[in-house]
């Protein structure tokens, strides 16, 4: 896979090539995690691999080797199998409610049929933050990244909300495409959750703490005035 640290003009600015060059890089991304999923057992480790590819790629602008991938999947591959067995067993339950719900067969009629999907559909988002969180924690530690994701959910609604529609939307693209594509469109998914998840609220970032702030007003005020004196840094800061 490509690097996209270094534009190709030098100029500081990306042309059709890069974008065509990280679409590409997707989209290999994408069939390798389909492949490594295969097996079944092993869909939490690739998912969890593939996120922290993405996190590499999208804070460095550089994928990791062959090597550290391979590394990280077989460092995730036994713990990931209660995940991908838990994953798969509630996913078939909703699916079947779902299923009994719209036929008729369960009683609580479109009522009950509406809760149902909308319960579905917040699981499927705070199952897409999940692995984001994964990908941050090099792939493997699905508990601490559950937590936390249910911690960004609870803290902002909004982001889990958007992301509750990625899914959704490329849940519908995959039965409206070729299956030949699916693999495709999963790596383009993925990268979309990395992008919608990195997007924190301003509320959130004033209350993880005040040390930005410090920092540009260390900067302001640490400034030469015009005789030739230091101002004294942040004085009036409580």
């Not at 679409?23 to 994408?30: K, P, T, V, Y």
């Not at 809760?115 to 508990?143: C, H, I, K, P």
């Not at 609604?157 to 999963?186: N, Q, S």
Request: one cysteine or more; aromatic letters at 4%.
């Amino acid at each position: 896979m490509a690097s996209r640290a270094e534009p190709a003009d030098g100029g500081g600015r990306r042309d059709w090539r890069d974008v065509v060059r990280d679409a590409a890089d997707l989209a290999l991304l994408g069939i390798l995690l389909t492949v490594a999923a295969l097996p079944v057992l092993t869909l939490a480790a690739a998912a969890g691999t593939a996120s922290a590819a993405l996190h590499d790629w999208t804070r460095t602008g550089n994928w990791p080797s062959a090597r550290t991938t391979v590394h990280r999947f077989g460092r995730a591959a036994l713990p990931g199998v209660p995940v991908s067995l838990l994953a798969l067993a509630v996913a078939g339950l909703l699916a079947a409610d779902l299923a009994a719900l719209a036929a008729g067969r369960v009683p609580g009629g479109p009522v009950a049929l509406l809760v149902t999907a909308l319960v579905v559909a917040g699981l499927v988002g705070y199952a897409g933050l999940v692995v984001v969180e994964v990908g941050g924690n090099g792939g493997g530690r699905w508990r601490a990244a559950a937590r936390s994701a249910a911690r960004a959910c609870l803290d902002a609604p909004a982001p889990w909300a958007a992301l509750t529609g990625v899914v959704a939307l490329a849940g519908l693209l995959a039965l409206l495409v070729t299956p030949v594509a699916v693999p495709i469109l999963a790596g383009y998914t993925l990268a979309v959750l990395h992008a919608v998840a990195r997007r924190r609220p301003v509320a959130a970032d004033l209350t993880e703490g005040r040390s930005a702030t410090v920092d540009r007003a260390d900067r302001r005020l640490a400034a030469v005035d015009s005789a030739g004196r230091a101002v004294p840094a942040h004085p009036e800061l409580p």
